[in-house]
Each structure stands twice: as C-alpha cells, then as structure tokens.
C-alpha cells in the first residue's frame, strides 16, 4: 500500500497516540469516578481537543525541519488529526453500550488489537521482526494502562 511519507507520518503518530492516550485516559477515569458518563466526556474531549493539538505538533515538528513543502506538512497535520480524532472515537461504542467494567476491558483488547495490527504492518514496511516490535509497543502500553489505572485509584482516594 502506497503512501505519501508525510501522510504516513500524521497517520502514525494520530493512530498510536489515538490508542495509547484514550486507553490511559479511560482507564484512568474509570479508577477515579467509575462513571460511564465521565469516560465517554473524557473520549470526547481527547477526540476533538488532544487531535487538534496532536495535528498542530506535527505541524510545528514538520515546519521546524525546514525540509517539507507546505503541502507535506498540510498532509501530515490533516493526517494526524483525522487518524487520531476517528480512532479514539472507537472506544466510545463499549462504553455506550456495555456495564464500564465490561466495556473497559473490551476497550483495552480492542486497543491492543489495534496495536498489535499496526506494529506488524510497521514491521514488514520496514523489513523487521514483527514480534519484536508486537511485544515493545504492547509492553509500553501495558505499563501506561498499570500506571494510570493506579493513579486514578491514588486520585480516587483523594476526593
């Protein structure tokens, strides 16, 4: 599959930024409040406010190279928000639908599948041991959702 570098580049770093941020996010919020409504509010404004300012990094990132033409750097920014805005509302659906216990573990295997599909499709782009990479970018993201899901219960404790 063909793919111009600088759309390839916004759509990755919006894709895995998309997965990684929402997972933390929910799980995070869900050890905090337990509540539904505060996860799909806290979807919501990744969706809109995190891609917006994903985009306008790697528009930032991009221009400070002094190496892109306009048009790369428009097709990176455009590519980042969408990938990340589109993804991240993925997980909104469990939570709608499903008891939040229920619906964050369907949210964090769903993630993981998308990890785990796009670090292969990275690995055999690149010519690598797809594995390898499986395993790397499943450990990170496993260490993010332990992390935050303890400190939502620290914060929880607070209030």
């Given at each position: 599959?063909?793919?111009?570098?600088?759309?390839?580049?916004?759509?990755?770093?919006?894709?895995?930024?998309?997965?990684?941020?929402?997972?933390?996010?929910?799980?995070?919020?869900?050890?905090?409040?337990?509540?539904?409504?505060?996860?799909?509010g806290g979807?919501?404004?990744?969706?809109?406010?995190?891609?917006?300012?994903?985009?306008?990094?790697?528009?930032?990132?991009?221009?400070?190279?002094?190496?892109h033409s306009?048009?790369?750097?428009?097709?990176?920014?455009?590519?980042?928000?969408?990938?990340?805005?589109?993804?991240?509302?993925?997980?909104?659906?469990?939570?709608?639908?499903?008891?939040?216990?229920?619906?964050?573990?369907?949210?964090?295997?769903?993630?993981?599948?998308?990890?785990?599909?796009?670090?292969?499709?990275?690995?055999?782009?690149?010519?690598k041991n797809?594995?390898?990479?499986?395993?790397?970018?499943?450990?990170?993201?496993?260490?993010?959702?332990?992390?935050?899901?303890?400190?939502?219960?620290?914060?929880?404790?607070?209030?």
């Open positions: 599959m063909f793919m111009r570098h600088s759309i390839r580049t916004g759509f990755s770093f919006g894709i895995t930024s998309g997965i990684i941020t929402t997972l933390g996010l929910i799980v995070g919020l869900e050890s905090t409040t337990g509540s539904g409504l505060i996860v799909i979807i919501l404004i990744i969706a809109i406010a995190d891609s917006l300012s994903d985009a306008m990094g790697i528009h930032v990132s991009e221009e400070s190279e002094s190496i306009t048009k790369e750097i428009w097709e990176s920014t455009i590519s980042c928000f969408l990938s990340k805005f589109f993804i991240t509302l993925t997980f909104i659906l469990p939570v709608l639908l499903l008891q939040l216990s229920i619906a964050i573990i369907i949210c964090v295997i769903w993630g993981f599948f998308l990890i785990i599909f796009f670090s292969y499709y990275l690995a055999k782009k690149q010519d797809p594995y390898k990479i499986i395993i790397e970018h499943l450990v990170l993201a496993t260490i993010i959702i332990i992390v935050t899901h303890y400190v939502g219960k620290w914060i929880a404790t607070l209030i």
